[in-house]
């Protein structure tokens, strides 16, 4: 190289390292890669940021549980899992089927890669009210592995107005008979009891607190969910469906645990099938 262009190139290659800086709308810290893999169960802090967050959180915010992670589906296209693991992401439910005749295109790709990570991962259905609860367990078994270490199976129940095919409303006695034929068949198939997953309007409409034996996951993404549910239990709470997470494509649902990080530990111990 002639020794005339070596302090332009120099000049150059300061003013492209000037122009780097913090990814997405909101910062966040540089992203973590681990040196090597990250034992199953060891809590990594999240390195997360919020395309749309909260301005005060009424109560104890998201960021003071120390055990974050996410939920996914087809939407996510690709994800780097070791980089997310890293980053914060200590578990994640997948979606795997819905109704009685859907599978998600990504649930395969996620499990193998959630799992080769590291990161505690389940599955959930997403539930159809135009079939059997039971036809739609058995779907669920036929698509979902019993793997050793798995969280426990998730029932996701919404109403569905945006469906194409079924967006009907049946009542309060019916649906609680429905998610708890739902828990007693994925309860014998997997050895432990389904996560009942809701919003603020199906598990008031439905008085889903009366569920017989349901360990909940609630979504509440403006208020804390003891403001918003009325003090009711939880175990996991999806706090924003915006986060910016590194090694996943664009915004994810992000979640916390309940408890603390030998809870968590603890939790995982019960839990397991």
């Given at each position: ?47 997360f940021a ?119 409303r049946r ?86 645990f309940a ?15």
């Open positions: 190289m002639p020794a005339m262009m070596r302090p332009l190139i120099l000049s150059l290659c300061l003013v492209l390292a000037a122009c780097g800086g913090p990814r997405g709308p909101a910062a966040h810290a540089p992203d973590a890669r681990p040196a090597a893999a990250i034992p199953a169960g060891q809590v990594t802090a999240p390195n919020d395309a749309d967050p909260v301005d005060g959180w009424n109560g104890r915010p998201p960021q003071a549980y120390p055990v974050h992670g996410l939920d996914v589906s087809k939407f996510q296209r690709s994800i780097d899992w070791e980089l997310a693991r890293a980053n914060g992401v200590n578990f994640v439910f997948i979606k795997a089927t819905e109704g009685g005749d859907r599978v998600d295109e990504m649930f395969k790709d996620h499990w193998r890669g959630a799992g080769r990570a590291g990161v505690a991962r389940g599955a959930y259905h997403f539930f159809y009210h135009c079939r059997p609860a039971i036809e739609q367990a058995r779907w669920f078994f036929r698509h979902v592995p019993r793997t050793p270490g798995m969280l426990p199976p998730v029932l996701d129940m919404e109403w569905t107005p945006f469906s194409p095919t079924c967006t009907i009542t309060p006695e019916e649906i609680r008979r429905d998610a708890e034929i739902f828990i007693r068949a994925v309860t014998q198939h997997y050895g432990q009891r389904p996560i009942l997953y809701t919003s603020i309007d199906f598990f008031e409409d439905n008085q889903m607190w009366k569920v017989q034996g349901a360990e909940f996951w609630l979504r509440a993404v403006a208020k804390h969910p003891k403001d918003l549910y009325d003090g009711h239990p939880w175990t996991f709470w999806q706090y924003t469906s915006t986060g910016l997470v590194p090694g996943v494509g664009g915004k994810v649902d992000v979640n916390v408890g603390s990080a030998e809870g968590w530990a603890g939790w995982l111990a019960a839990r397991a099938p």
